[in-house]
């Protein structure tokens, strides 16, 4: 056929534009402002590495120096480009406020206003702490070890990051509901933010379906994200045209493959949302479907939790929390999710001769759940 499959295919052959993260643009502020903290001069348009090594530059909007009664400040900000994703942080100006820390400490995040504190467990952060997710937190730390070697600096640095209507734009999100109170979260486990118009994501999943097919593939990943397409990938050894960027259209995959069969599909994704998929679920948005904390409590308890350990999965402020409180117990969350998705996924296909095995995963790319296809 001469297509490319993949993610890349799936991209290309979307016809939408990516765009990048809050994380991405916030590593780009601080970088220019540490820079301009230590020589004076403000690098525009300022390159930053991603954790897939693409070097994007981005252009400054704003950008300025104080001096403040505890030292001086360098500041510095980005005008975020969602490309033609609808996201509501499209057009934001993330900011980074970097002066110097205290020796030895390193990198300090702080949450200027825009960005919010983390009030509840259950999320990668600790309470208290801003809501500067752990990726973005590493390419900030990243990005001024660069400055710092380039421009003799210690790199024990505060970094305050903020956007600018930020609470105001939260409000749209699920962030009050989890606990993330004052603002946004910086965010983005790549730096680029994958467009999802419905119509044509769902176009570009069907054509990676027909090119996996063509190129005689017998087994296919639909993963959620970056992260679960490569635990898919080191799990099973598939092929870049044997990838289907699912993101959140699980339907869309099964659907299509009931009418145009591949023998054996694996569906990899993040816990929370393939615990929707186990409900029922085939639209794995967070604006059109929820983690229902009542149903993995009647899953664990059906694993042999007890009456506790029920109640605190029910009372669980996110899915996260809840394996975590599986785990710890010795009770297996994460495969009864695993078995509860795939037979969702097997009901879609049913009278398809398609076998289907689940991967779970949380944040960090670790497996927590699995569940095998079903013998004959």
């Not at 950008?63 to 934001?92: L, N, S």
């Not at 421009?151 to 989890?178: F, H, K, Q």
């Not at 933010?193 to 176009?203: E, G, L, R, T």
């Not at 509860?340 to 009901?347: E, H, I, S, V």
Request: aromatic share 4%; net charge neutral.
């Amino acid at each position: 056929m001469g297509e490319v499959g993949g993610r890349a295919g799936q991209l290309r052959s979307s016809g939408l534009r990516p765009g990048w993260t809050t994380g991405a643009c916030a590593t780009a502020a601080t970088k220019a402002a540490y820079r301009a903290l230590l020589t004076g001069v403000f690098p525009d348009p300022v390159e930053i590495v991603l954790p897939k090594g693409q070097r994007p530059a981005f252009a400054l909007a704003v950008e300025g120096i104080a001096e403040e009664p505890g030292g001086r400040r360098a500041m510095a900000g980005v005008v975020k480009d969602a490309g033609d994703d609808p996201d509501v942080t499209h057009g934001a100006l993330v900011r980074s406020t970097v002066w110097a820390g205290e020796p030895g400490a390193g990198v300090v995040f702080r949450a200027g206003p825009g960005v919010g504190t983390v009030t509840k467990a259950g999320l990668p952060l600790a309470v208290g702490e801003p809501a500067v997710n752990p990726v973005p937190r590493q390419l900030i730390r990243e990005a001024v070890a660069e400055v710092a070697a380039a421009c003799g600096g210690s790199g024990d640095v505060v970094v305050e990051i903020s956007v600018d209507n930020g609470e105001e734009i939260a409000r749209s999100t699920w962030n009050p509901r989890l606990g993330i109170l004052g603002g946004l979260s910086i965010l983005g486990t790549t730096g680029v933010v994958v467009p999802y118009s419905c119509s044509a994501w769902i176009d570009s999943i069907r054509r990676g379906v027909d090119v996996a097919r063509a190129a005689g593939r017998t087994h296919v990943a639909g993963c959620t994200g970056s992260t679960s397409e490569r635990t898919a990938v080191a799990v099973h050894g598939l092929p870049e045209d044997a990838l289907l960027d699912m993101g959140d259209f699980a339907g869309a995959v099964l659907k299509y493959l009931k009418r145009h069969p591949v023998p054996r599909l694996t569906i990899a994704g993040g816990f929370a949302k393939l615990s929707k998929l186990a409900v029922g679920h085939l639209d794995l948005h967070s604006a059109r479907s929820q983690v229902d904390t009542g149903y993995l409590a009647g899953l664990a308890r059906a694993g042999g939790a007890g009456a506790e350990l029920t109640a605190a999965v029910a009372a669980a402020n996110t899915a996260l929390e809840a394996i975590q409180l599986c785990r710890a117990a010795g009770v297996p969350l994460g495969d009864l999710v695993a078995e509860a998705a795939r037979a969702t996924a097997l009901g879609v296909l049913v009278g398809s001769p398609v076998a289907v095995d689940v991967i779970c995963i949380d944040r960090a790319g670790t497996i927590v759940g699995r569940a095998e296809p079903l013998g004959p």
